[in-house]
């Protein structure tokens, strides 16, 4: 069964910092693994999505990787806003049925 | 306006009470999904919907049931609420565009609380 992981559970870093958020899943057998951001009151909004031929996918400030061999995705976001305080959280879809499988994500605070 | 909107935003309830959660979207998807949201853990998947005539049961789906009224709603209902049922619960939705680059689209949430 496939289980997805993001450690840690909290993240707290200074403004103006690079950072990398991790999400770690069990089944290296992926269609795709997906990078949320959840904001209170607003739901969810995809960040970037990665197939699982790609190794990587980038956005503005935000990047992604994916390897699926050793069963890990990171998101890299530089040069952290208070703007990006947020919980992310990673998804996998294990086949093209897209039901997704979700890590319990990590809550990013950014201090000004 | 939002492109997917889920109704009561907010909602407190007895235990044993029928509740419904509404959904409505605008994005013309015909993939609509109810999950449910529990402190220090992932969203849980309880039911989704292919097309008006396709309803599937998800990971969580006992003590739920659905209705795909029109390709833009799609309804959740406990029929008897108990406090575990007390969580965060999204509607998704998504369009099938192949290839593995397909992402869902989330109302805000819904916050039940069952007392």
């Known amino acids: 069964k496939q289980e997805v992981t993001q450690i840690p559970a909290a993240l707290s870093v200074p403004e103006g910092e690079n950072l990398v958020l991790n999400c770690s899943f069990t089944d290296s057998a992926i269609y795709n693994l997906q990078w949320f951001r959840q904001d209170p009151g607003k739901g969810l909004t995809s960040l970037l999505l990665?197939?699982?031929s790609q190794r990587e996918q980038t956005s503005g400030r935000l990047n992604a990787s994916l390897d699926k061999s050793s069963g890990r995705s990171t998101l890299y976001i530089a040069a952290s806003q208070p703007g990006d305080s947020a919980t992310y959280l990673c998804a996998v879809s294990p086949d093209s049925n897209y039901q997704l499988i979700w890590g319990a994500g990590t809550k990013l605070i950014i201090k000004p | 306006d939002a492109d997917v909107t889920q109704t009561p935003r907010n909602r407190i309830t007895k235990t044993g009470k029928r509740i419904m959660l509404e959904c409505s979207q605008t994005?013309?998807?015909?993939?609509m999904y109810w999950y449910r949201q529990d402190p220090g853990l992932g969203l849980r998947l309880i039911y989704y919907s292919f097309d008006v005539k396709d309803i599937n049961k998800g990971e969580i789906s006992d003590g739920y049931s659905v209705s795909r009224q029109a390709q833009a709603k799609f309804s959740l209902s406990l029929e008897s609420a108990i406090p575990n049922q007390t969580a965060l619960y999204f509607c998704a939705t998504s369009d099938l565009l192949g290839g593995g680059t397909d992402t869902q689209y989330f109302g805000p949430g819904t916050r039940l609380t069952v007392l």
């Open positions: 994005k013309g998807h015909d993939r």
């Open positions: 990665i197939q699982s």
